[in-house]
């Protein structure tokens, strides 16, 4: 029961993200199909990134660099992708996936991303890209029993290089703290 009452207070949470999001997105999804915005992704990249170790806590912050590969797969005749990262440092490993998802009613992905070393799905974010090679996408999460807004921005550089930056915040979007920024460099 309460694994159903979470999933409908995060349905909730984040809803008006969604509409938030919807809002901005072209009137007619027909104007703009978004379904090849990651086209330019898929491939081996090399990967660097850097992870902020205590996010939100108020302290300075301390930094964790990982170095590694993400290779980007179409799936569903190139509807969706599968981006497999692992990354390593001295102190450990980054293991995972995020299944992207496309939605051609609402023009929107949906980005969902779990690790090996728990097997579970993170909540999504949700968005497009709207400006030329930038996308942006949103979505609500909980950090330490506490909620929290997360903003994930994929920039393409060029074709050979990308950047992405997760930030979060705890107070509706009005301040952003960055605790997730890669490059990825085409092999």
Do not use: H
């Not at 497999?84 to 299944?99: D, F, M, N, Q, T």
């Not at 974010?125 to 950090?143: C, I, K, Q």
């Not at 920039?155 to 997760?166: G, I, L, P, V």
């Amino acid at each position: 029961m309460r694994v159903i009452l979470t999933a409908i207070a995060l349905c909730a949470a984040i809803a008006p993200l969604q509409e938030a999001a919807a809002a901005k997105a072209p009137s007619t999804p027909s104007t703009r199909n978004g379904q090849s915005d990651f086209n330019w992704e898929i491939g081996t990249w090399r990967t660097v990134i850097r992870v902020r170790l205590n996010p939100l806590s108020g302290e300075a912050p301390k930094w964790a660099e990982y170095q590694g590969t993400s290779v980007v797969k179409p799936l569903m005749q190139g509807r969706w992708n599968f981006v497999e990262l692992s990354v390593a440092s001295p102190g450990g490993k980054i293991e995972g996936g995020a299944l992207r998802l496309y939605n051609p009613k609402t023009g929107q992905w949906s980005l969902n991303y779990t690790s090996l070393s728990n097997g579970l799905l993170t909540a999504p974010v949700y968005g497009s890209f709207e400006d030329p090679g930038v996308g942006r996408f949103y979505g609500s999460d909980t950090l330490d029993g506490r909620s929290i807004l997360v903003r994930f921005v994929i920039t393409r550089k060029s074709a050979d290089e990308a950047a992405f930056e997760q930030a979060y915040s705890t107070d509706g979007g009005a301040t952003w703290e960055t605790n997730w920024i890669a490059t990825d460099t085409r092999r």
